[in-house]
């Protein structure tokens, strides 16, 4: 511990700490006061760039924190610090020029699925994103459907329903909107999905599941939000996920924006309708083709 050092003005002598000591000093109050509001579910969040500014170089803030999630090292990390995401050539899939990602689970997948996951941090939007008016399949101006026909079935090719659907589409633009520098540290997400096909007719319910990539970016499931099957199939629609820490209170699911957002889910006892995040917050679902729901998407770092 720095020693405290005399100063002596008109006669009368002062005690003074060292500057690194004071920075110091000032550096755990700060942590103090976040770890208080963390407990508290108030936590703001710090942009992670501030927050590994000494470990950047010459680098970006993307390959520092590679370099922290590879050695397992989350010092100084939580729930709720964020990614100022640039996008890049987006104006044909959203009519954001940025996109705020916030640190919502640490490691949730670690060593899991048919393959296996090594350290990662999972990352949410941190609200639902506005679709570009130019963008083909744009419905109201800046909303996108699940499916653009009222169902939720997937196909003899495709037999996920999330992967055979409209939003994925969307998904699949938007994750090319994302910089180069970012996207070769996302993962491949790799989750047990739900199928629901039958060569006979619609379904009402998922039938069976399967290992499946979802790809860099992707909708979260009902579970990852809620961490239970709510308006999904019972067992199929659940499986693998897990609810996502920064979803542990009912605040964080708008964030402060009052927009629905679609679930990567179908919903179970119906042919046609998707999970959704209402824009009061409570879990519902509804028609596939309804043209006001918005995207929210995820990535897992690593």
């Not at 501030?50 to 729930?79: C, M, P, Q, W």
């Not at 899991?112 to 990662?120: E, L, P, T």
């Not at 800046?142 to 026909?149: A, D, P």
């Amino acid at each position: 511990m720095a020693q405290a050092k005399a100063l002596v003005v008109g006669g009368t002598e002062y005690e003074v700490i060292d500057k690194t000591a004071r920075d110091n000093a000032q550096s755990a109050l700060a942590n103090a006061e976040y770890n208080r509001q963390s407990a508290l579910g108030k936590y703001g969040g710090q942009n992670i760039a501030t927050i590994l500014a000494g470990e950047i170089g010459s680098g970006t803030v993307y390959d520092a924190l590679h370099k922290r999630v590879a050695n397992n090292n989350f010092a100084g990390l939580r729930i709720g610090d964020f990614l100022d995401v640039p996008l890049v050539s987006a104006s044909a899939v959203t009519s954001q020029q940025s996109v705020r990602f916030l640190l919502a689970h640490v490691d949730p997948y670690l060593w899991c699925d048919d393959r296996s996951k090594g350290h990662h941090l999972a990352f949410v939007s941190s609200a639902p994103i506005a679709v570009s008016s130019t963008y083909p399949d744009v419905v109201n101006s800046s909303y996108v459907q699940w499916n653009k026909t009222n169902a939720n079935q997937g196909s003899a090719d495709e037999k996920h329903p999330y992967l055979a659907s409209n939003l994925k589409v969307w998904e699949n633009a938007f994750e090319g909107c994302l910089p180069e520098n970012l996207t070769k540290y996302l993962l491949t997400q790799r989750v047990l999905l739900e199928e629901r096909y039958s060569a006979s007719g619609a379904l009402t319910d998922s039938n069976s599941w399967s290992w499946a990539d979802i790809g860099k970016v992707f909708s979260l499931s009902e579970t990852e939000v809620y961490g239970t099957c709510v308006w999904g199939t019972k067992g199929y629609s659940v499986g693998f996920d897990c609810q996502w820490d920064i979803f542990h209170d009912t605040a964080h699911r708008l964030n402060g924006t009052r927009s629905g957002w679609w679930l990567r889910s179908a919903a179970g006892g119906s042919s046609a309708n998707a999970c959704y995040v209402s824009y009061g917050s409570h879990a519902y679902c509804t028609g596939a083709s309804n043209d006001w729901v918005r995207p929210r998407v995820g990535f897992l770092f690593g």
